[in-house]
């Protein structure tokens, strides 16, 4: 399958500028293309991977790609329809482009002909005056159609500053940049980045007299239309401090059946036919989730590696009673302890309040019919009297506690 058709059957084309020609770019032979990302926190989250997934399956075409950091862009922020972005300290954004940085670097090879390059926009922007940022780029760049963008047009009523409304600019001489020193003559990037990588292709036509090319994956979506990667406990980001390899893998595990396949397509390498095997197998057997359990560890081999994926699946298990919870890591229990919703205790506590603590049961009352009846389980192990107290020597390295009732209700409290 070509690249472009192969792409388009993920659905990861949303916007191109001139499909034929891109296409026809794409199998001319390699091509330099670039996606950016900006440091506005620590750390990428699984939209962004959708980005990083795409370098990745272009270089494995033979194409080359520029990871752009925008030590820049980053200082301003591309414009939000809720209101002005916080500008974050100098300190801060360089400290994110160097964690960022490294996070890109996992998915591409910087070796062989085709390695990949990265850079960062703060190499030809620090030292652009004001004057020739108005001379050189503000003079390729109608007002009336900036004023047209989506996001400015809803920005105008309750206002937008200038430092937002001229970061087009910013990004549109990234692309100009990058064709000049590097000859990259393709930028792709999220579907609502359209207006911006647009823009960009446009400067290079009008400065150049040159033309590039543009495409844009979709946002993807739950099936009830809304932002896919957000849970209760906030953002899945692809940094195990900041989301733990159990709580990522359990993330993509969860994947409703109606968008499995999707995901299957966006987030992993498997062919169209294995693809289509899962789907018909989720459609014969939903319930044994042979879907969900193939992208959860494929992705959590992708991001965090096989060895955190196993790690994962074992604490999986283990919290269910199908292994040895003492077998698992400390990490992997901070992350057990963050998807259950553990509570910190700062002494030892009797068994039935830790229940009630830890929300398996509505009661400490609750909690002694359920020890009485034998549901009560610490750590896998059936708990017998309901004022047996927890410390130390009754926790997991000391600390943990996996609180469950019956088969399937889980929480867990740890001393702080």
């Known amino acids: 399958m070509h690249l472009f058709e192969d792409l388009t059957w993920r ?34 989250h699984i939209g962004h991977l959708v980005q990083l997934l795409m370098a990745k399956r272009l270089q494995e075409a033979g194409h080359i790609p520029h990871l752009l950091v925008g030590g820049a862009t980053g200082m301003i922020g591309d414009p939000k329809e809720s209101g002005e972005r916080v500008m ?29 390059t990265l850079v960062n926009n703060l190499d030809w922007t620090r030292d652009l005056s004001v004057l020739d940022f108005l001379r050189d780029l503000g003079k390729h760049f109608p007002v009336n159609r900036m004023l047209a963008r989506d996001v400015v047009a809803r920005r105008l009523e309750s206002g937008i500053s200038y430092t937002e409304f001229s970061y087009v600019l910013l990004q549109s001489n990234d692309f100009r940049e990058l064709f000049r020193r590097h000859d990259v003559t393709l930028q792709f990037g999220g579907s609502d980045q359209w207006g911006n990588i647009t823009a960009g292709v446009d400067l290079i036509r ?64 498997r062919s169209r036919e294995e693809i289509e095997e899962l789907e018909r197998a989720t459609e014969a057997a939903p319930f044994k989730r042979a879907a969900q359990k ?114 399937r209700t889980v929480g867990g409290v740890y001393l702080s």
Request: charged letters at 25%; proline letters at 3%.
């Open 11 to 44: 659905g990861l084309i949303a916007h191109s500028t001139d499909e034929a020609a891109l296409a026809a770019h794409l199998d001319q032979g390699p091509v330099k293309f670039y996606v950016g990302f900006d440091p506005t926190a620590a750390s990428l």
């Open 88 to 116: 974050n300290d100098a300190d801060v954004v360089a400290g994110w482009v160097d964690r960022i940085r490294q996070q890109t670097e996992r998915y591409v090879s910087f070796e062989g002909d085709n390695a990949a």
């Open 206 to 269: 009008r400065s150049e007299a040159e033309r590039v090319h543009a495409m844009a994956t979709p946002l993807v979506t739950k099936a009830d239309g809304t932002k896919f990667g957000k849970t209760e406990g906030g953002t899945v980001w692809i940094d195990a401090e900041l989301t733990s390899p159990y709580a990522f893998h359990q993330f993509f595990l969860n994947a409703e059946d109606a968008k499995v396949i999707d995901y299957l397509k966006v987030f992993t390498f």
């Open 294 to 407: 193939a992208l959860a560890d494929d992705v959590t081999d992708l991001v965090h590696g096989a060895a955190e994926r196993e790690a994962a699946v074992r604490a999986a298990g283990a919290l269910f009673g199908r292994g040895e919870l003492g077998e698992l890591s400390i990490p992997s229990l901070d992350g057990v302890m963050s998807e259950v919703g553990g509570v910190a205790i700062d002494e030892p506590i009797p068994f039935a309040d830790a229940m009630a603590l830890a929300g398996v049961v509505d009661s400490k009352s609750a909690a002694r019919r359920t020890v009485k009846e034998g549901g009560a389980y610490l750590n896998n192990e059936k708990v017998t009297d309901a004022d047996q107290l927890l410390d130390a020597s009754s926790l997991l390295h000391g600390r943990y506690a996996v609180i469950r009732r019956g088969r």
